[in-house]
């Protein structure tokens, strides 16, 4: 059983592949989706790395950018967290 700490983790890491997948599939570059969402580009990429935990407006603003629901950024199959 995975403790908080590692499902935390876990769910960064999702949350950062979901925005780079999405970003790439929209021909979005970071250093574009940096200036639109108005995050610093080093920051954005932490997050997509799954590194940093990323702040809910942040959270809310890349997801309007990239046209999906917050819940298919926070979407991830729960057993893996198990």
């Known amino acids: 059983m995975k403790n908080h700490t590692d ?8 949350i950062g592949n979901t ?5 790439i599939e929209k021909g979005m570059t970071l250093r574009k989706l940096s200036r639109l969402a ?4 080093e920051k954005l990429d932490q997050y997509e790395m799954g590194k940093n935990q990323i702040k809910l407006e942040d959270l ?3 997801a309007h ?11 991830q199959d729960r057993c893996s967290l198990q």
Do not use: D, V, Y
Not at 7 to 14: A, D, F, N, Q, T
Not at 19 to 23: A, L, V
Not at 38 to 41: F, K, T, V
């Open 7 to 14: 499902e935390l983790r876990s769910l960064r890491k999702h």
């Open 19 to 23: 925005i780079h997948h999405k970003r």
């Open 38 to 41: 108005n995050i610093n580009m």
């Open 60 to 62: 809310f603003m890349i």
């Open 65 to 75: 950018l990239l046209e999906i629901r917050i819940e298919h950024l926070l979407a």
